[in-house]
T-cell receptor, first 111, second 114 residues
Framework: RKEVEQDPGPFNVPEGATVAFNCTYSNSASQSFFWYRQDCRKEPKLLMSVYSSGNEDGRFTAQLNRASQYISLLIRDSKLSDSATYLCVVSGNNAGNMLTFGGGTRLMVKP | GAVVSQHPSWVICKSGTSVKIECRSLDFQATTMFWYRQFPKQSLMLMATSNEGSKATYEQGVEKDKFLINHASLTLSTLTVTSAHPEDSSFYIC??????????FGPGTRLTVL
């Protein structure tokens, strides 16, 4: 079983739609959680950290459920520029700064 | 945010040659840098953790003699792919750690081995 699992998609949605991605992680000792965005042939970029209390950044809302070991990302009012691969990332399973990446979920927003 | 550069951004080489990739943190010092590899349509896989002034820690299945890592200063880590083969063709990405959970990624190096 992978440490961090995501539905690879692709999710094809029209502009303006609301879309949600889910992610599960296997190591209950994980301490920090993130969503990264990766555009084709580019490096990943941090989208937002994820906290147990849930957090929102504009159109993006992230939630963490430690009991279920589940992380979600909600994107409201999708824009064409939101098209990318969204990576669920977990850290804190070990000493140091190591990040464990999920396989990514591909989002395509269409006009 | 902090800036990490990689050089070269892409390289094509013949099978059997060695390729060196540089990763630099431009505006901060990084005791720890990480090297990842990403094959098409797959996620990033950590290859090794590079610590300044000490030997790198390699992930299981990554050959340390094939992927040589040197972290000689707080702003530079290098990855050398020795005797490259076509199966080593991939997107190599480095990151530099700033604080416990924050990593800043370089733009990546696309390696094609003919």
């Amino acid at each position: 079983r992978k440490e961090v699992e995501q539905d690879p998609g692709p999710f094809n949605v029209p502009e303006g739609a609301t879309v949600a991605f889910n992610c599960t992680y296997s190591n209950s000792a994980s301490q920090s959680f993130f969503w990264y965005r990766q555009d084709c042939r580019k490096e990943p970029k941090l989208l937002m950290s994820v906290y147990s209390s849930g957090n929102e950044d504009g159109r993006f809302t992230a939630q963490l459920n430690r009991a279920s070991q589940y992380i979600s990302l909600l994107i409201r009012d999708s824009k064409l520029s939101d098209s990318a691969t969204y990576l669920c990332v977990v850290s804190g399973n070990n000493a140091g700064n190591m990040l464990t990446f999920g396989g990514g979920t591909r989002l395509m927003v269409k006009p | 945010g902090a800036v990490v550069s990689q050089h070269p951004s892409w390289v094509i080489c013949k099978s059997g040659t060695s390729v060196k990739i540089e990763c630099r943190s431009l505006d901060f010092q990084a005791t720890t840098m990480f090297w990842y590899r990403q094959f098409p349509k797959q996620s990033l896989m950590l290859m090794a953790t590079s610590n300044e002034g000490s030997k790198a820690t390699y992930e299981q299945g990554v050959e340390k003699d094939k992927f040589l890592i040197n972290h000689a200063s707080l702003t530079l880590s290098t990855l050398t792919v020795t005797s490259a083969h076509p199966e080593d063709s991939s997107f190599y990405i480095c990151s530099a750690a700033l604080g416990r959970d924050t990593q800043y990624f370089g733009p990546g190096t696309r390696l094609t081995v003919l």
